[in-house]
T-cell receptor, first 109, second 113 residues
Framework: QKEVEQNSGPLSVPEGAIASLNCTYSDRGSQSFFWYRQYSGKSPELIMFIYSNGDKEDGRFTAQLNKASQYVSLLIRDSQPSDSATYLCAVRSNYQLIWGAGTKLIIKP | DGGITQSPKYLFRKEGQNVTLSCEQNLNHDAMYWYRQDPGQGLRLIYYSQIVNDFQKGDIAEGYSVSREKKESFPLTVTSAQKNPTAFYLC????????????FGPGTRLTVT
């Protein structure tokens, strides 16, 4: 059974600090990794994807991938109250995305 | 304005009734997907389609059916055989057919009593 694991949280971070979200996956053959943001009652929104080991930066977001450790993370710099949401990690295995249950992030003003 | 639309936003049905959820996209995406989301769980794949007139079962296809007669449309029918149909249903599409970079519609929240 291919799995993606995330800490459910909530993760509470002060406004302006760095939020660090983590995800581990079981399928060593996975090649594509995605982070989605989901506000309460809304659908997921794709915010980052990464294919290669290392870091990928986009504005305040940085995705980090370590295939040897089967670990992917998302850093959010200068956290804002509007970043409060559930963050879903998804990993592609064959033609499907395998989803974690999400980490709830709360940014405290 | 390009995007994915799902209708209706909220749907209420009695047990024993079939119900069809609409999903339309004007992004010219080849691949389309249906997921359900239950509280505290990850998204689970119901069906997906990589090309018109072809679709594949996902992990939880039992009690559901789909069709893909047009590139733009991928309706999902929740049949009376589905044991626990109350859930948030999400449709996604992608320009890629390998599963990458999926974009979601707004979702339909189905309640069956």
């Amino acid at each position: 059974q291919k799995e993606v694991e995330q800490n459910s949280g909530p993760l509470s971070v002060p406004e302006g600090a760095i939020a660090s979200l983590n995800c581990t996956y079981s399928d060593r053959g996975s090649q594509s990794f995605f982070w989605y943001r989901q506000y309460s009652g809304k659908s997921p929104e794709l915010i980052m994807f990464i294919y290669s080991n290392g870091d990928k930066e986009d504005g305040r977001f940085t995705a980090q991938l370590n295939k040897a450790s089967q670990y992917v993370s998302l850093l959010i710099r200068d956290s804002q109250p509007s970043d409060s949401a559930t963050y879903l990690c998804a990993v592609r295995s064959n033609y499907q995305l395998i989803w974690g249950a999400g980490t709830k992030l709360i940014i405290k003003p | 304005d390009g995007g994915i639309t799902q209708s209706p936003k909220y749907l209420f049905r009695k047990e024993g009734q079939n119900v069809t959820l609409s999903c339309e996209q004007n992004l010219n995406h080849d691949a389309m997907y249906w997921y359900r989301q239950d509280p505290g769980q990850g998204l689970r794949l119901i069906y997906y389609s990589q090309i018109v007139n072809d679709f594949q079962k996902g992990d939880i296809a039992e009690g559901y059916s789909v069709s893909r007669e047009k590139k733009e449309s991928f309706p999902l029918t929740v049949t009376s055989a589905q044991k626990n149909p109350t859930a948030f249903y999400l449709c996604a599409s992608s320009i890629r057919t390998d599963g990458d970079e999926q974009y979601f519609g707004p979702g339909t929240r189905l309640t069956v009593t």
